[in-house]
Nanobody, 122 residues
Framework: VQLQAFGGGLVQAGGSLRLSCAAS????????MGWFRQAPGKEREFVTS????????YYADSVAGRFSISRDNAKNTVYLQMNSLKPEDTAVYYC????????????????WGQGTLVTVSS
C-alpha cells in the first residue's frame, strides 16, 4: 500500500486542522492505520491509531481529548482531526499502515507516507 498525507499548514494556537491520508493499492480496509509525528530535533512519536474495522482507536496522552482519528474505507482515506492545537503539536505528521497484529498499537507499521508539516504558532 502507498500512502500520501496532506492537509498540513500553519495555524494559530487554539485552532484546528484536519489531515488526510490517502492510500492506494488494494485492501486498504484490511490495514490498521496510524498517525505519528516528528518534531524538530526529536524522535518520531506515536499519535493515534485506528484498527482495520475502525472498532478500536488509541491516542497518545498528549493528544487525547483534542485529536480524533477516523477512516473511510470506501475512500481509502484516514483522517486526523486536530483541535485545540498547541505550539508543541508542531511537527511533521506521518500516516502509517500495518497488517492487524497483536502488537501494541504504537508498533509494527510497515508502510509510511511522506509526511505533512503542521506548524502551530503561539
Amino acid at each position: 500500500v502507498q500512502l500520501q498525507a496532506f492537509g498540513g499548514g500553519l495555524v494559530q494556537a487554539g485552532g484546528s486542522l484536519r489531515l488526510s491520508c490517502a492510500a492506494s493499492g488494494r485492501a486498504f480496509s484490511s490495514y490498521d492505520m496510524g498517525w505519528f509525528r516528528q518534531a524538530p530535533g526529536k524522535e518520531r512519536e506515536f499519535v493515534t491509531s485506528i484498527s482495520w474495522r475502525a472498532g478500536n482507536t488509541y491516542y497518545a496522552d498528549s493528544v487525547a481529548g483534542r485529536f480524533s482519528i477516523s477512516r473511510d474505507n470506501a475512500k481509502n482515506t484516514v483522517y486526523l482531526q486536530m483541535n485545540s492545537l498547541k505550539p508543541e503539536d508542531t511537527a511533521v505528521y506521518y500516516c502509517a499502515a500495518r497488517y492487524p497484529s497483536s502488537m501494541a498499537a504504537t508498533r509494527g507499521y510497515d508502510y509510511w507516507g511522506q509526511g505533512t508539516l503542521v506548524t502551530v504558532s503561539s
